[in-house]
């Protein structure tokens, strides 16, 4: 169905923050030092936005992609509180290298927030990490853990399993522009049952896929995409011009090969996989 405008609408928000507290050298992301007059532009980005969700009389889902860290800006954490207390909203998470303290977690509905967290070697203790997660796992807040699969960091990744418990889902990204032989990718796989999906990209030209549908990506300005790596604009969440073009639609690329993309790629069968834990990346087990 063409121009819809009810129904669940799951959103990926990424506004101008770029700033992050990590250097990481495997990082994909270009990163700089926000100024104060950039951070003001990205609080009130996102603050407009939060309006706009708290606005709608339809389920959304929110998913916060931003480039650097959001969870360091006291904006994100309130956006996130916020979020999480409104009826129509099913689930609100971040992508986050769990720097910050998590007690604001406590301000939040458990039920509905989570977190999509990432462990980098070399950028922060182990231990420290490590408690972080136990924090979490004591106030109930949902969260994956996850971690770049470098080979210096697969001793690492292996700690992770081994002291996170069972329940917790820790999750294995391939390295940019790596291949894996199959021993190595058993090695990574015995971490993360899944790694298969992230090992190969995925070749996505003509697939079915929900982004452009009931899936969309949003930038600061509110510009509106089918998802963060197909350019071509659907129309503007604010002034509801997106809304006659969404629509079933297949994928225009080559190849997906992020897992915040291909999830939604209907042959992969990743919703059932991860049903109910898609945003914030936890499997249904």
Known sequence: MTGQTTGHLTILYRGPLASCDYDCPYCPFAKRRDTPEQLRADRAALERFAEWVAAQDHTVSVLFTPWGEGLVRSWYRRALIELSHLPHVERVAIQTNLSHRVDWTAEADPSTLALWTTY??????????????????????????????????????????????????????????????????????????????????????????????????????????????????????????????????????????????????????????????????????
């Open 120 to 285: 980098h070697p070399g950028q922060v203790p182990y231990e420290r990490f490590l408690a972080k997660c136990g924090d979490l796992n004591a106030r109930g807040i949902r969260f994956s853990v996850g971690i770049v699969g470098q080979p210096e960091h697969l001793a690492a990744a292996q700690n992770l399993r081994a002291d996170l418990p069972p329940d917790t889902y820790v999750w294995v990204n391939a390295a940019e522009g790596r291949t894996y032989t199959d021993a190595e990718a058993a090695g990574w796989t015995a971490i993360d049952p899944l790694f298969s999906f992230s090992r190969h990209p995925h070749a996505s030209r003509g697939q079915a896929c929900r982004t452009g549908d009931t899936v969309i990506s949003v930038d600061g300005e509110g510009t509106v995409r089918r998802c963060h790596f197909v350019p071509a604009v659907l129309g503007n969440l604010y002034d509801g011009s997106f809304r006659p073009a969404l629509a079933p639609r297949p994928c225009p690329l080559d190849v997906c090969d992020c897992h915040i993309g291909y999830v939604h790629l209907e042959p992969l069968g990743l919703y059932d996989v991860f049903a109910g834990g898609v945003l914030e990346r936890i499997p249904h087990l």
